[in-house]
């Protein structure tokens, strides 16, 4: 029942209810507490395996420190291994999401053995592009084009036309860079004298959203977003919004962490989630026209 995102005061009541006998809420944290060792033990686990790509992301969760509520950044890292299925690689708790917190975060994966690593997908934190380039040196980044998408409502007037927008969106649906930098032009054309500030500001961000013109075709829709990461999110929100506030920091990482425990579990059984044969024969491909 807490995995499920019960509170503790409600799993006390229903165990009251289901076996007539008292619980304090205190044996019931007791018990609950016996998963850290199981939890800690899999987010400490080695990766021995390359993943070539990365999904990272945060989202924050309201905890009780020093009987003060402060919000708490949660960091979160996906990746995609040759076996192409995904895998929780890593969840911890920060005070804030800043680069020293990133680029702990990304050292301790390394420290685990994370390598391999080609593609990493984000939005644009300025701590965590700059973790990213310090850290995995040498990997392609791919600015989340949802997130850039919401970051051009600030360029535009409160009463524009929404038109705009949504043709900006549909570059995204090119099969290549050559068809979106083409769409891009005309769209440019077409707005740049009545919004100049978003023209502007696309003009000079949208390119990193284009990296994932880089992967497969087929990979395009799943690796140029953290959508996929967003949708466990999602997940995560709907069971701590029944805590809403955690009581302490321990209390907060227990939960997301058998959350995240959970979703691997349910990955490994899924189908693969990507064809990652389709990346190798691209890369064969390109060292046979280098040579």
Partial sequence: MYVQGVSTRKVKAITEELVGHSFSASSISAIVKRLDAELERFMARQLSEPFPYLIVDARYEKVRI???????????????????????????????????????????????????????????????????????????????????????????????????????????????????????????????GRYAKLVDWVEENIEQTFTYFALPPLHHKHMKSTSMLERFNEEIKRRTRVVRIFPNEASCLRLIRALGVERHELWQEDARYLNMGLLAGQKKEALKVAA
């Fill in 66 to 192: 020093d009987h003060v509520i402060r919000d708490q950044a949660v960091l979160i890292a996906i990746g995609i291994g040759w076996d192409s299925r995904r895998q929780v690689l890593g969840i911890e708790l920060a005070h804030r999401e800043s680069g020293p917190s990133w680029s702990g975060f990304l050292k301790g994966l390394k420290e685990r053995g994370l390598h391999g690593v080609e593609y990493v997908v984000s939005d644009d934190h300025e701590g965590l592009v700059k973790a990213i380039r310090e850290t995995l040196t040498g990997v392609l980044w791919q600015r989340c084009y949802v997130h850039f998408l919401r970051n051009a409502l600030d360029h535009l007037p409160r009463k524009g036309d929404g038109e705009c927008l949504q043709e900006l969106r549909w570059m995204y649906d090119r099969r290549s860079a050559r068809e979106a930098k083409s769409d891009l032009a005309a769209w440019i054309k077409k707005w740049g």
